[in-house]
């Protein structure tokens, strides 16, 4: 590696656990090295650092102040993320932010105009965009073998127990986390969901939460979400559903169906004829493993981040990559900001009782 294409150097900002899995994805990359980690609970940060042989810190500010980083992973509490994404591209260093993107599109909003302006690049962790059966969907929707695009189903039936929402004091509360399930548990499938179908422009929903003590959000959500193109989806997406199944988007067009379930594409058939199907049980439509012949068979979706497949390692290759060439990152503030559109219109809709418009991604400065 030429000194040109040296390894970028990261620091991780937030030590917990999807933080630590950062920490691992980075030091496993040629072309990223773990340069420091940022924490304010100093046992959280210099236990990190010592398992990686790197600096700790406890104020952002140290890390943006050394000109030897080059960017950020924030794993911070989700009310966070703008604001430290915004003093991070000031100061020059590029973005790497989990999901959501924040839980405030007016704060979404003012580090897109910042970033924008930046010459420094950002994105938002969509990892599952990566995934292989992603990628066969995507194709087959965007080539037109699935015809149109009738309806959609985004399901995450997953359980989290009580102690996981005791874990942290900003777990479970709507000015820190930013919602419940629907907004760190569903967030990743509703992304999908949007991406093969298109602009979404209106939502109506229902919200409670009905498992679990002390949380002012929904740990339960059902919403319909209706796209400019006539299309309708269902999105149903929980963290009490003992003992927790899988992340299952489906979608179905007038020429073909997918079916991803943790992951994996289950069913695939494309490229009919829109004329009468076989009855059902009455042949093998089921084209899934002739396109994606070898699938992960790993852990599901709503397993710890440590153990799921190589997604974020992916992205991280287009970040870098994106960074390298000057082009933009196939998950950009814009893209992450539509589907935060999403789901606080779900989460208005259910507070208010009404179908509720979602804000295009102009609107919303995006």
Request: some cysteine.
């Amino acid at each position: 590696m030429s000194e040109a294409e040296s390894p970028l150097r990261f620091a991780v900002v937030g030590c917990g656990v999807i933080g630590r899995h950062h920490a691992a994805v980075i030091t496993g990359r040629p072309d990223a090295e773990l340069a420091a980690v940022v924490d304010p609970v100093p046992s959280a940060a210099d236990e990190l650092a010592a398992q990686y042989g790197v600096t700790a810190y406890n104020d952002l500010g140290d890390v943006l102040a050394r000109d030897d980083i080059d960017g950020v992973a924030l794993c911070t509490p989700s009310g966070d993320h703008a604001e430290q994404a915004v003093l991070a591209l000031r100061a020059g260093k590029h973005v790497v932010i989990e999901k959501p993107l924040d839980v405030d599109l007016v704060a979404a909003a003012r580090l897109a105009e910042v970033a924008n302006r930046s010459t420094a690049s950002a994105t938002v962790i969509s990892q599952h965009r990566f995934d292989p059966a992603t990628e066969v969907v995507r194709a087959a929707v965007e080539s037109g073998k699935l015809g149109r695009l009738t309806s959609a189903v985004a399901s995450v039936a997953w359980w989290r127990s009580q102690s996981y929402y005791d874990s942290g004091a900003w777990r479970g509360t709507k000015a820190h986390d930013g919602g419940g399930a629907l907004i760190n548990q569903s967030i990743h499938t509703i992304d999908l969901l949007i991406w093969l179908l298109g602009d979404p422009v209106e939502v109506t929903a229902y919200s409670a939460c009905l498992a679990h003590d002390g949380l002012d959000v929904e740990d339960t959500a059902v919403a319909v979400i209706r796209f400019d193109s006539g299309a309708l989806a269902v999105v149903h997406g929980t963290t009490a559903a003992y003992p927790g199944t899988s992340a299952r988007l489906q979608v179905h067009g007038t020429h073909g169906s997918a079916i991803i379930d943790d992951d994996r594409l289950v069913y695939f058939h494309a490229g009919g004829s829109g004329a009468e199907a076989p009855a059902y049980g009455g042949g093998d439509t089921n084209q899934a493993a002739l396109v994606l012949p070898a699938q992960d068979t790993g852990p599901s979706a709503g397993a710890e981040p440590s153990a799921l497949s190589n997604a974020h390692s992916l992205q991280y290759a287009d970040f870098l990559t994106a960074i390298r060439t000057g082009t933009e990152p196939l998950v950009t503030i814009a893209e992450a900001t539509k589907t935060l559109a999403v789901i606080l219109a779900i989460y208005d809709s259910a507070a208010r009782h009404v179908p509720v418009p979602i804000p295009s991604a102009a609107s919303t400065g995006g």
